[in-house]
């Protein structure tokens, strides 16, 4: 049966901008009351207004802020439906090259960040017997130079999920991650601006994983996965068969692979140009302004 949005309450992290914002748009526009949830006050502030939705300024990091935000929706709306734990960076470089608080942070706010946004809104949730949707990557099931943080990270989250829903299956709680690949947001433009050596390796990986789409496309999947209460989402959707073919992926295949398509080149030239950028996350995200 499809879980109808119109009238439901959806409290999203990272909707500044990419894939939150766009989310947040869809969703009004199939009826659903929005929150949103960010760092970036002034583009939360207008895009709040364009929508009628309420915003909270805060960081998923900071459980007391997580709260307070959650604790405003609920006092403005009533409650929460649908938590969709969405805020996500990226740094940049290797192990080697990129200074480990950038490594640590990228873990904190994607995984941790994750874990907080699900358990403040998890009591709402429970009491509308309602939906989270965590979004992951396809990071979570490969792997590439340069993203040992990030897909340390959106594996974490895809596994806190899985029990989740485990957990919470009795109280009528659906649980989902989003699995997409390269989404045409800010984050994926400010890497492919930043490091020639991923662009020429996007070129080279097979298809899906050279795939780059454009965010509305990834959006109505998202919202299409929740209207459905799907444990999985992928983006697009042959990502299904390259989950499915994890333990080969995960063996010496996909370490032959990654190294075939430009992988052994790619390090070294990546550590320069990082090195040269001399900061560890793309120029849109908040964490590259410091």
């Known amino acids: 049966m499809r879980y109808d949005l119109a009238g439901r309450t959806i409290f999203i992290t990272g909707a500044a901008r990419g894939i939150g914002a766009e989310l947040a748009r869809a969703a009004v526009a199939r009826g659903a009351r929005v ?7 002034e583009r939360l502030r207008q895009l709040g207004e364009v929508l009628d939705a309420h915003w909270y300024e805060c960081d998923v990091t900071d459980q007391a802020a997580l709260d307070a935000a959650v604790a405003s929706t609920v006092d403005r709306f009533g409650g ?5 734990a969405n805020a996500g960076i990226a740094n940049l470089g290797t192990v080697a090259v990129g200074p480990v608080d950038a490594l640590v942070r990228t873990v904190e ?10 358990s403040a809104a998890l009591p709402h949730v429970t009491a509308a017997r309602g939906h989270v949707l965590i979004v992951s990557s396809a990071a979570a099931f490969t792997a590439m130079p340069g993203m040992a943080a990030y897909c340390a990270s ?5 596994q806190f999920a899985n029990v989740l829903r485990l957990e ?7 649980v989902g991650t989003a699995h997409p690949i390269w989404i045409d947001t800010d984050l994926v433009r400010d890497i492919r601006a930043d490091l020639a050596s991923f662009n020429a390796t996007l070129r080279r990986l097979p298809w899906p994983l050279s795939t780059v789409v454009p965010v509305e496309q990834c959006v109505d999947a998202l919202l299409n996965g929740i209207e459905r209460r799907r444990r999985k989402v992928y983006v697009p959707r042959s990502l299904a068969l390259v989950q499915a073919l994890r333990p080969v992926v995960l063996s010496g295949f996909s370490d032959a692979l990654i190294t075939r398509f430009g992988g052994r080149t790619m390090v070294g030239q990546m550590e320069d140009e990082v090195r040269q950028l001399g ?4 120029r849109s995200s908040v964490e590259g302004r410091g």
Do not use: H
């Open 154 to 158: 959106k594996a974490g989250v895809e």
């Open 168 to 174: 919470t299956r009795a109280a009528g709680v659906t």
């Open 109 to 118: 706010v994607n995984l941790c960040g994750a874990i907080r946004t699900v």
């Open 80 to 84: 929460v439906d649908v938590v969709v």
């Open 35 to 41: 929150a949103l949830a960010g760092l970036e006050g």
């Open 279 to 282: 900061r560890s996350f793309g």
